[in-house]
Each structure stands twice: as C-alpha cells, then as structure tokens.
C-alpha cells in the first residue's frame, strides 16, 4: 500500500464524487485515480522513473499538481516542488542539490531552461500548459502512458517529498518527507477541523509549501472531500469562491487574512458555508482572528514547519479557543516540548526551544548529514523556534532563536516588539 492508494479507495467508494475544482472543471475520484494512474505509467516506462528517483515540478497550484505527487507515491519517487517566487539561480541549485530525473513545469516559468540545459543536460522536461523545445507537454505523455504504474517495494515507509527551505539563514535545505507523514499529518488535520468526507476545502496558498499542500488540501483527497484550488490567491477570486462555492474550511495566512479582511467586499460577502479558518506561519496578530470571528466564524491555530510536515500543534475546532495567541496542544499524534539548550525539559512559563517528536517529523535533510545531526536528536526535532508552554500544555511561540537579542539580561524577542 502506498499514500495513493487512498484515492483509489475514495473512488471506489463513490467514484462521481467531485475531488477537485478548479477554474472552472470538475475532476472527480475516479477520473483522479485514473489520472495518477496514467501519470505513473507515463512517468515509469517512457522517463524511467524508478523508486528514489527525483521528479521536480515548477508551477503555480493545478489539479496535475496533485497528480504527480500520487503518481511519485506509487512509484516511489520523490515530488520537488520548487517555489516560483525564487530567483532563476536559487531554482538551479535546487534542482542540482536534488539531482533530479525529470522536471514539470508551466510555460510562464520556462526561463529556467536554458540554465537548465547547462548545467542538467539529462533532465527531461515536460510541460505542463506547452511543448518545450527539448520535451514533450504532459498531455501528449499521458497518452503514450502503458504498462505497470508501479515500482517494486513501494510502501509508505518510502520518502515522497523534498521540500526545500532555507529557514532563516544559509543554503536551502531539503526536507524529506516519506509517505508515512503525510498519513499521519492527515490524521491530525482531521483530528484538528473535524474533517469528514461532505467537507468542501478552498486552497489559495501555494502547492510548494507544505502549508498549502498539507495543512487541508492532501488530508482533504485522504478522507475523501472536495476541494477547489485557486492557481494563487487574490481577495477578490477569495471571497467570490466563499459567496458563490459556499467552501466549509481553508487555510489563509495572516498576510491573505489582512488582504480579504481589507476588500470593499468583506463587510457583504456571505461566510455561513465557512466552519473554520485556519492560520499560522508566524505570529498572529489577534486583531486579524478577531474580524473572523467577529462575523462567526472560529479561527484556528496550527504551529509547525516544513520538517514536521507541518502540523504538530494546533488548537481544534470544537475545543478551547479562548487563550490569546496560543497556538494550542500537540498533536494527536506527535509529542512537543519546551528544552534548554542541552535538550532539558523546562517548567511550564519558562521560555525556551520547541521540540517535535512523530511519525510527521521529517527523515533526513537531503545530502545533508550535518545538517540532519544537529536538528534531529533521539528522534525529536529541534524548531529553532522559541516558545512556552503553561501548565495545560497549551503552547505560545515568540520568534526564532536565532532572533534573540539579550539587553541588560533581558531576553527581548523582535517579533513580540513588532
């Protein structure tokens, strides 16, 4: 069994169901499994992708996004999303850190090709909305699509993702996640919106963080719900698709909160469909959860990184939301903590490191064994974010540790002056 094998059993269980929306076309359960099914194909006998072998992809969110991501899971390969914000050089040294096989990519992106060719020769293209110079559009390939799907000694112990992240400082660093956390992270996100299969997910944030591809969207496809993607977010394409889609849950960032809490159309736009609004990625400033509230609609919290996949606490829907600013429990599935420097255990209100341990932590970083020894240790993953808990277990983060500024013996966070 692998990660795509769940869509298999969604479309057997209701084959019309729709699975995705998006701009405008309807993709249901079965045609998805249908769909991954001939990607893998494709991908195996006419690129040769084998098991580890890396897939990159560089666009903005569409449905065949999701698409590779099941179809590398039954062939156990490896999805490289790559962020389109990126300069051209940062792209590149993605794609050669992770030495990938193939590349998927939207025209409007296809500037990277000639350095590409370089420096990559070997790579094949493929894209997605053309035909480049030297590859063949995805369509075309999914035609000549035959044989087996799948690669031998394919399970959910297989890494599926390398997500690349810089965190604060230095070089990108890939963090790979295998089949097994997206499992258990989708657990937590149904454990966390009460997510169930009549649920209707609207994804605005971006398919290249985990964010956006974890937090609702892939739990979504697991348990069998709808979801409408939007290629990127605006306001307006925002609060037309809450009025008219009538979506149940989403995810939006403090930024894209502001930016749909500021619309003309904010104070009109009916929000009745929406049982939650969940939010994170750094500090959120209460006044923003207060105008979604205020229009009754509960906010909900979620902490994490890309190297926990990224959920590992969250405040519930249905739970206690009345603690300013926490960020919530531990995850169903997961174990948090706050250590000293020397991975001690700290009393509750004492500030100090957040520490993640589960089944949703990442593996390793890519190639990368230094950087893997000093943030992995017994298992537990060190954030580098500085946070506290209270005596309920509820959890605050305040910044990043190596924000940190000490002044007359004070610890001073810039996030908390901010």
């Not at 979801?227 to 894209?256: G, I, N």
Request: glycine fraction near 8%; hydrophobic fraction near 40%.
């Amino acid at each position: 069994m692998d990660l795509s094998s769940l869509i298999e059993r969604n479309a057997a269980f209701a084959p019309d169901k729709p699975a995705l929306h998006f701009e405008g076309t309807t993709l249901g359960y079965a045609a998805l499994a249908a769909r991954i099914e001939r990607a893998a194909q494709a991908l195996k006998s006419e690129l040769g992708v084998a098991r580890g072998d890396r897939v990159a992809i560089l666009s903005l969110n569409r449905p065949d996004y999701l698409v590779l991501l099941y179809a590398c899971a039954r062939l156990g390969a490896m999805l490289v999303p790559l962020n389109w914000r990126l300069a051209v050089a940062e792209q590149q040294f993605i794609l050669s850190d992770a030495a990938v096989r193939v590349l998927v990519l939207e025209e409007a992106f296809a500037a990277l090709l000639p350095e590409l060719e370089k420096s990559l020769p070997e790579t094949a293209v493929i894209g997605l909305d053309f035909t480049p110079p030297q590859g063949s559009d995805f369509d075309s390939l999914l035609a000549q699509a035959k044989g087996d799907g799948r690669n031998p000694h394919t399970d959910l112990a297989c890494p599926l993702l390398i997500v690349y992240t810089s965190g604060t400082t230095g070089r990108p660093k890939g963090a790979v996640l295998r089949q097994e956390a997206l499992l258990w992270n989708g657990m937590m996100s149904q454990h966390m919106h009460g997510l169930i299969s009549d649920d209707h997910v609207l994804t605005v944030l971006p398919f290249f963080h985990v964010g956006g591809l974890n937090i609702q969207t892939t739990p979504a496809l697991q348990h069998g719900a709808t979801v409408t993607v939007h290629s990127r977010f605006t306001p307006d394409a925002t609060l037309a698709c809450f009025e008219r889609e009538r979506p149940t849950l989403t995810v939006l960032v403090p930024a894209t909160i502001q930016a749909v809490t500021d619309h003309p159309a904010w104070a009109t736009t009916d929000l009745s469909s929406l049982r939650a609004v969940s939010t994170g990625s750094t500090i959120v400033p209460q006044h923003l959860i207060d105008r979604f509230v205020a229009r009754k609609v509960p906010v909900l919290q979620v902490y994490g990184s890309t190297e926990t996949c990224p959920i590992a606490v969250y405040t519930r829907l249905g739970g206690d939301l009345t603690r300013e600013g926490s960020t919530g429990l531990p995850g169903l599935c997961c174990e948090a903590a706050v250590v000293d420097d020397n991975g001690n255990e700290l009393r509750p209100g004492m500030a100090g490191e957040i520490v993640v341990r589960g089944p949703n932590v990442f593996y390793e970083y890519w190639g990368n064994e230094d950087a893997t020894r000093d943030a992995l240790h017994d298992g537990w993953y060190r954030t580098g974010d500085i946070g506290r808990r209270d005596a309920e277990g509820y959890f605050w983060v305040h910044d990043r540790k190596k924000n940190l500024i000490i002044s007359g013996g004070e610890n001073i966070y810039p996030a908390e002056v901010e």
